[in-house]
């Protein structure tokens, strides 16, 4: 029998594409061969990422003269204002006569991967007769919970006059939920312009056709959700990750060389000075005024700090850096995130829990500060604090999901989770849910027996 051939297309955003190209090394060690799209812009960060590998990228022609996007912008983290990435996907609509060209020059393909924001990818499979499956980056508990919600929006339009009133859904009476549960985006068509709302229902009714969804987590973690959805929702899930832990370990890499933030981790544990990780992922807008407030509160929390800012400008104006030198580090560029996390001296990750930070956090059994910003960002902060009990929430001024953060709020609770005795519970709660993470992909469990079935099903039983 031929090995399979699986074919993957990630969306343009860094969060949707490393978890795929984990699971292209995860695929390439189950046997299959494996083919990856991706347009000329996002291929050299893929191409350096995969170059110890066998997978055939594919670069296929990205629209260019987009309203509202400036030339040659083919990715959601070069965006200058996140508003405006549903015109970048509707746009990669255009890309499907290439794609569909490069199919017809292969001669069998077992099955493909593509993006739940590529939806049209669904129409294409169909023409070539190969089952699709779906990948958007989403927990089962996010994508149960959204779609909950978004059959009540009725309850959630009633509960607009205030933040701080609790609620639950039939389904899941054991959670409380607020408004700050939700980004407007997720359950509330009327926050939303026409274009996004047409975009995001064709996407969904896409998913719904497809053969199944990819999900990047393990069973374990949210085994109710997971059925849940199975039995309620669908269509079927594989849950195969966490896929970071398919990565290869950098420092074994060609020409490694120590960047400077390593080394001054290094330091910090010579000092025996724990060290809180700061990120907000690859997309986040940030305003100016939240930045000041930012710098305020880790300053005067008096933790160590090693701080990446990525596209938010953090204007030294004021002093700051050379205030905090002894304490705090910035770093503009990007970053191995994983190779921070898994450094010893890291004890704390203030993220936005975008799902593959927290996957990342898991991972490297560090506890997390959860501060969601947009998307489902939210549910995933509800799930790292009141489900898996691995985090603590900040609070936002007025309760709402995406209100600001004061510094005296965040200074408490970075003190609580670097210097606390909640920290040091939350410690060692990460620690069996990472164990657990791990055990998931090892030979035999449940995320590596999962790939395998799907490989299985699509490919041995289609021969
Ligand atoms: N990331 C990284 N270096 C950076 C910034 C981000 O490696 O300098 C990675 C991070 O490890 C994660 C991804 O980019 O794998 C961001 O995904 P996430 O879901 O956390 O957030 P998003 O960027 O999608 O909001």
């Known amino acids: 029998m031929a090995s399979p051939h699986i074919l993957l297309f990630p969306f343009m955003s860094k969060g949707h594409t490393i978890p795929l190209l984990h699971l292209a090394r995860l695929l390439l060690r189950c046997g299959a061969a494996v083919t990856l799209f991706t347009t000329p812009a996002n291929r050299p960060f893929i191409s350096a990422a995969l170059s110890d590998t066998t997978v055939s990228i594919i670069d296929i022609p990205f629209p260019q003269n987009i309203d509202g996007i400036p030339p040659h912008v083919e990715s ?45 990818t669904l129409e294409s499979a169909q023409k070539f007769g190969i089952p699709r499956l779906v990948y958007y980056g989403m927990n089962h508990f996010s994508m149960s919970l959204s779609a909950v919600a978004s059959q009540s929006r009725q309850l959630l339009t009633d509960l607009e006059v205030d933040n701080n009133k609790l609620f639950s859904f039939p389904s899941f009476p054991w959670i409380k939920f607020s408004k700050k549960d939700f980004d407007p ?68 890499q060609e020409n490694y060389r120590t960047p400077s933030w390593i080394q001054w981790l290094d330091m910090k544990q010579e000092e025996g000075k724990p060290v809180l990780y700061v990120a907000f992922g690859s997309q986040a807008d940030i305003s100016r005024e939240q930045i000041k407030q930012i710098k305020t509160g880790l300053e005067k929390s ?23 030198k002894d304490s705090g580090m910035l770093v503009k560029e990007w970053v191995d995130q994983r190779e921070i996390l898994e450094h010893s001296s890291v004890q704390g990750f203030l993220s936005h829990c975008g799902w593959n930070s927290v996957m990342e956090s898991i991972c490297a059994k560090v506890p997390i ?36 953060v004061k510094w005296e709020k965040l200074e ?25 993470a791990g055990e998931a992909m090892a030979e035999g469990g449940s995320s590596w027996n999962a790939l395998k079935e799907l490989i299985h099903e699509l490919h041995a039983e289609r021969e």
């Open 302 to 324: 008096g933790v160590n700090f090693l701080w990446v800012v990525g596209k938010n400008q953090v204007e030294d104006d004021d002093g700051f850096e050379y205030r905090v």
């Open 369 to 404: 500060l959860a501060w969601p910003m947009m998307a489902e960002q939210p549910l995933n902060a509800k799930m790292v604090v009141e489900e898996i009990g691995i985090g603590l929430r900040v609070e936002t001024s007025d309760g709402s999901m995406n209100g600001f």
């Open 76 to 120: 959601t983290d070069k965006l200058p204002d996140m508003s405006q990435w549903p015109r970048l996907a509707i746009a990669a609509k255009l890309m499907k006569p290439y794609f569909e060209q490069a199919l017809n020059s292969f001669p069998r393909i077992s099955f493909m991967i593509t993006d739940g924001f590529l939806g049209w």
């Open 185 to 252: 985006a997720f359950v509330d068509p009327e926050s939303q312009d026409k274009l996004h709302n047409e975009y995001i229902l064709e996407q969904l009714q896409a998913t719904e056709k497809s053969y199944g969804i990819i999900v990047n987590g393990f069973y374990e973690l949210e085994s109710v959700y997971a059925d849940y959805w199975n039995r309620e929702i669908g269509p079927k899930t594989w849950c195969v990750g966490p896929l970071c832990l398919a990565a290869p370990p950098r420092k074994k």
């Open 412 to 436: 408490k609770v970075v003190k609580e989770l670097m210097e606390g005795e909640i920290g040091k519970e939350l410690r060692k709660k990460v620690k069996q849910v990472g164990g657990a």
